[in-house]
């Protein structure tokens, strides 16, 4: 254990910094993993895009018996696919990347200002020829092109580490780190506040690139013999070996390990092209880099040329804290050239130093081997064969593979850099230099993903989709991605080159079979041309393939929607699991109207944003809820307005969809009338309007009106709407003819059964028979105001109600209600007698005389009798009244 936590000696100070460091360093760690686990994921979001279609519902519906009348509505469906953004940098991975790049630079240069004189000035030269490559002037500090901020770092980081060093040596590592870090702050401040370039971090992160990659470089060839020095420990500790010879498990092991770095090798330059899975190399440099903590002491300790405590330690955790952050950010922007050449040094360096430190465990310890001694605890004491040597050698065996290579690797690194000033110019919307940036990387590594998706991507943002579509296919060359056969599907379609786009979407899950917006996006292609069972298998995959299943579901209840039949749909939805999706939401809304359910359904508020602007999801869950719930829920007649004034590119739907509401829940006058005066409008949605007018009219039992709505309507439903009305009204001859006129089209046993429930005198049953007989036998307020709510134009409703408040001295309330009923029922003569009645009232004798006269030319002559025999003493008393009074 003291071996283990080797800091636990060191002094309070020490040691609490030691904690510090590793805790920033785990974080790097952490930094790292999350963005190599997926690259593009960092740079390229999935986007959905919905689009909005109708089918044809049925949700008004009038019973006759066994047969139904209805007229068809849209309704609206959601489908969604998948598009791949285009590249753009996470400016928060920029700035974490630099917290962790200075904190490491500080902890290197307080670790240099601890070495002797001639290390010391060696390090910092090397330092400030690294500052002077990074080109500070580009962050244009103190004015364009100035160098100030170049001659104040250097003279603010070497004047406190040659103050640390000549002066003041006995200052622990934990001040030195904090007043660098104070430093560095210090500048960050003043970048911040005085920098004119529109994006500093990025800026100083691209030409700070040689640098960084150098001591990422470095720091892997390092402790590219840390897992070979691990093997030794586990082939000689005492613990494992118990005394036994540990050559042949030390070779053994150590050739398994060699060969699995030469297959990765080899994979990786193309000379074989075996489908195996092999170690990432993200896993032997996370090893290597964890191990060299106590390898790297274990070297130092038995070298004697630097202390660890005092000086070791810290080179080490600061070099691997920036290795860790600058490889993070090169996953960060998906920089895979950069990516592709740190894995050939991992690989090619553990390999060419694996075998040379094979050579020198075994020439120099073979005998302490043989003898079951523990070899690990003089591993960097040489006998015969040094050190040194031994990683001379090594590296000019990483020499010899990066030449075979035709130093590819380097090209990668080349091509990185100049993939990191694409993004600078493009972040700053620079594209004509950002262009040029992505083409010389390419004329480095033209195959690299990076270079090409990022062109693509300037292309579609110049709407040059042309260019784009050769840069997607060219993206896809060595490392293709999902998002690349996305966007060059994407563009195919756009261009209606149908079947391109499913080649390109075919060939993209032979690669990524498991990529659910892959699936998702070729289902919907096949969904377009009506191949409904391809598209159910494909969404189907998709669903159990992505993380977000609520999209495919949706797709399903859309496609469910418009190729299943009634029968099959009900059992599909029957067993169907709910979702709390917007979109799935509006299509099982959607699916609930064509299967004729209109159960009681929760409205889903975040259907509505704050801002109110509607998306294509809320649009068709507001339209599908309206409709479906109309019966039930009186809400969307006053929202939906209201979202009309914000949205007005939607606001005819909007409107439209809330006089449904309002009719069916709410103030009926006011939906006819709205809906007659848009009917009497000539546009592309009369006919809908005329049409559903008609049907609401007949709901009514306002027969001569819905004929006259309907008259207009072309097609069966307007012919077979004024066959119903006929009927309904007693003329069952015109029924006949407009009946046999629809035979005459089409035959059909619909229209033969509609024949016999029509003459068999069935009458639709309407809930308000049932409110008025419950308001007659208990008369109130209350009984009333539902039964006039279910029809304020049912002359019996109406009359019936005037009476009660006649009675009950409210003849204003009546006489309204009177006047709103014959604005649509001008033809009752029972609401043309309170008319009159309700007249005398109020004293108003001429308006009297006119309801008797439409009372004579509508009703019977005995109803006509009665009702003077009524009328005529009410107008003799009111006119003795007034003859008396004057």
Known sequence: MKDLFFWKVWSPSERRMAVWALAILFLAIVFFITKILDPLGNVIRWNVLSELSEVSTVTDILQLGQWQYGISVPSHLVTESFAASVMETDFLTVRLFWAFILVGLCIILAALSTMPRFWYLAGMALFILALSFSRLETLNVFGDGNRSLFLLAVVLYVGLTYYFHAFRPDLGIAIRILGLICVSAFLVIIVYFTSKTAFPAITAAA???PFLMLLTVLFLLMISTEIMAGLVWLSSSGSVTNGKPGLTRFVLISVLYLLLLLLMYLKNTMRIDWNITLISPVFLALASAILGLWGFRKRADSTGIIPF???GFWLYAGLFMIAAAFTAYAAGTANDPV?????????????AMGILFLFYVLVNFYQLFMQGLAVHKVLYKPLRFGLTQTRLFGFAGVVVLFSIQKLLPVNQAIAGYFNGLGDLHAASDEFPLAEQYYKLALQQEYQNHKSNFALASLALRQGDHNAAAYYFRQSLLKNPSPQAYAGLSGILTQENLFFDAVYSLQEGIGKFPKSGELLNNL????????????????????EGNTKRNEIPATNLLAIMAKSTDPALLDSLAANMEKQSYLSWQANWLAVQNLRQKFPKEAFLSESVP?????????????LNYTRNQARQDSMPATLLPKLAVKNPVLSGDLSFASLYAQFYSGDKLKALETLSAWAGEEDEKSDLYHKVLGHWLLQLGLYDKAIESLSVVEGTEGTLGMAVANALSDKKEVAVILLDKIQEKEKSPAIDQLKKTLFSGVKPVSATDSLLQVARKSPSDKNFQRAMISNPFDSHVVAAAATYYRQAKQTTKAYRLVVNALRFNEYAPQIWEQYAYLSLDQGLMSQ????????????????????????????????KQRAEFQ
Do not use: H, W
């Open 207 to 209: 030409y700070s690139f």
């Open 309 to 311: 405590r005092g000086t």
């Open 339 to 351: 990516l592709e050449s740190l894995e050939d040094v991992v690989v090619q360096g553990q390999l």
């Open 523 to 542: 289902g919907m292609l096949y969904s377009r041309t009506n191949v409904a069972d391809s598209a159910y298998y494909y969404l189907q995959k998709a």
């Open 610 to 622: 704050k801002d109110s602007l509607l998306s294509v999801s809320g649009l068709a869950y507001l």
């Open 848 to 879: 009297g005389d006119e309801g008797v006269e439409k009372v004579r030319q509508l009703a019977s002559a005995a109803d006509y009798q009665l009702f003077l025999n009524r009328y005529q003493p009410m107008r003799a008393l009111i006119e």
